[in-house]
């Protein structure tokens, strides 16, 4: 039998008062004393760093849960009133069993109503480009010196309505981000969760567009792998075209993009990394005109299944091309050449070599010298037209087919590969045309 040594009355007593008073003491501190006082220094040192006037509403923290809530964070613009970034709340909870485990568990961060102000005030400036200045490069490190990342995980990461304005000042253009809303249940890079799936989503609308991404990612193990719901609701095409960084010979009156795309990535050891998208792509309304804003495609739709396509292994599959109602306007000049020539980019020539290349010298082609493959199990055309009109004649001629239909099955550009097709076209003086075969493409 165990006897367990007897404690006074008295000494109870003053353990409990001790034991009070430290609780008691912790909860002053940590309720009362803590949130001014890191009020004050993060008010400070961000003001600081940022150069820019930065203010905090509120800064809430609870001892006992281990958590604290920073409320009405602003930071203006360095030059200005404006609010450059702010968000209404941040809430990190950390768990207790972090100091067990030695490393940074959090329960929970939540970020409700970010909001982030953008401009751009020249080619290469921007309203935070001297946040930049004097950052230098870390120094690189032997290759067999590894840094070690403290262990973590972070669960529950959530990011609530969170906007954006970017503003061209050099095109005069505002693009706006809203209804932003981030869910990531859990990254951790401890070792028993490092093969364990990251699944984060992101919803949001740019300029009216709605889109939705949802992925699976192994962020800290060695094959990476990852997989990306891409989801594109009408982007405006010609909105987006005239940040094109090379001039277009052509103009994109009208044009929406729909997608609805997963994207697979896993690297391998022994082989090349493997990058697959399979899903559906459509374009609607589009419009394509001349320099001169002469109408040459109206397109009311194009459809492209992707069943797997494998752009680092040059090879693309798609199960169907459906094209409904494309109108075609083709027109030959006086001097001969065709409208549709002037859509082309034009190429610089190239310098005449002062002395004759080489001849290849027989032997395996190099590594990476494969063609590019694309097979498409069905291409169907519906309902098109062309308009066409020859000027380079004494009397002008027009002509004009309508409808046009096309089926094409089993196309391939593999070597020798033959595709059935099926034509068939009515001019305006009511003639029929059909045309049935095989065809190839080398």
């Known amino acids: 039998m165990i006897r367990l040594p007897r404690v006074s009355l008295a000494l109870l007593r003053k353990i409990l008062f001790w034991a009070a008073g430290a609780v ?35 800064i809430k923290v609870n001892p006992f849960a281990l958590s604290v809530t920073v409320r009405g964070l602003a ?23 972090s100091l067990f485990r030695l490393a940074a568990i959090l329960r929970e961060v939540r970020l409700t109503h970010p909001y982030v102000r953008i401009a751009r005030r020249n080619e290469h400036t921007y309203n935070f480009s001297d946040l930049l200045e004097g950052q230098t490069p870390a120094q690189e490190k032997p290759k067999d010196q590894k840094t070690s990342i403290p262990r973590f995980s972070v669960n529950n990461i959530q990011v609530v309505n969170g906007e954006a304005d970017f503003l061209d000042e050099t095109v005069q253009k505002k693009h706006t981000v809203r209804k932003v809303n981030i869910s990531i249940p859990s990254v951790s890079n401890i070792p028993s969760r490092i093969n364990t799936f990251v699944e984060p989503r992101l919803s949001g609308e740019i300029n009216g567009t709605h889109y939705e991404v949802k992925g699976k990612t192994k962020p800290f193990a060695d094959s990476l792998e990852t997989a990306f719901d891409i989801e594109l609701d009408g982007l405006d095409i010609p909105y ?3 940040y ?3 001039p277009l010979p052509f103009g994109v009156p009208s044009g929406r993009l729909d997608a609805k795309v997963t994207l697979s990535y896993i690297q391998f050891k022994d082989k090349p990394p493997s990058l697959i998208a399979k899903g559906d792509v459509g374009v609607k309304d589009l419009g394509i005109d001349d320099a001169q804003k002469n109408p040459v495609l109206r397109l009311q739709s194009v459809d492209v ?18 094209v409904q109602a494309p109108k075609l306007t083709v027109r ?9 020539e002037s859509l082309i980019p034009k190429t610089a020539p190239q310098a005449t070599a002062s002395a004759p290349a080489a001849p290849t010298p027989p032997g395996p082609a190099p590594a990476g010298g494969e063609p590019f493959i694309l097979e498409v199990d069905r291409i169907e055309l519906t309902g098109g037209s062309v308009d066409f009109t020859d000027l380079s004649t004494p009397a002008p001629f027009k002509t004009r087919l309508d409808p046009i239909n096309l089926g094409v099955s089993q196309f391939s550009t593999r070597r020798d590969a033959k595709a059935s097709y099926a034509l068939s076209a009515e001019t305006e003086s009511k003639e029929a045309i059909t045309a049935e075969g095989t065809l190839s493409a080398d």
């Open 332 to 340: 030959r000049e006086r001097t001969g050449t065709l409208n549709l």
């Open 24 to 58: 008691a003491l912790f909860a002053i501190l940590g309720f009362f004393a803590l949130p001014p006082i890191l009020k004050s220094v993060l008010t400070d040192k961000l003001s600081a760093a940022l150069h820019r006037k930065t203010e905090i509403a509120e």
């Open 75 to 97: 930071v203006k613009e360095r030059d200005g009133s404006e609010t450059f970034a702010s968000f209404d709340e941040l809430y990190v909870n950390l768990e207790s069993s």
């Open 305 to 322: 299944g992707i069943t797997s396509g494998e752009p680092l292994a040059k090879k693309i599959q798609l199960g169907r091309i459906a």
């Open 244 to 246: 094109s960084p090379i």
């Open 240 to 242: 987006y075209l005239a």
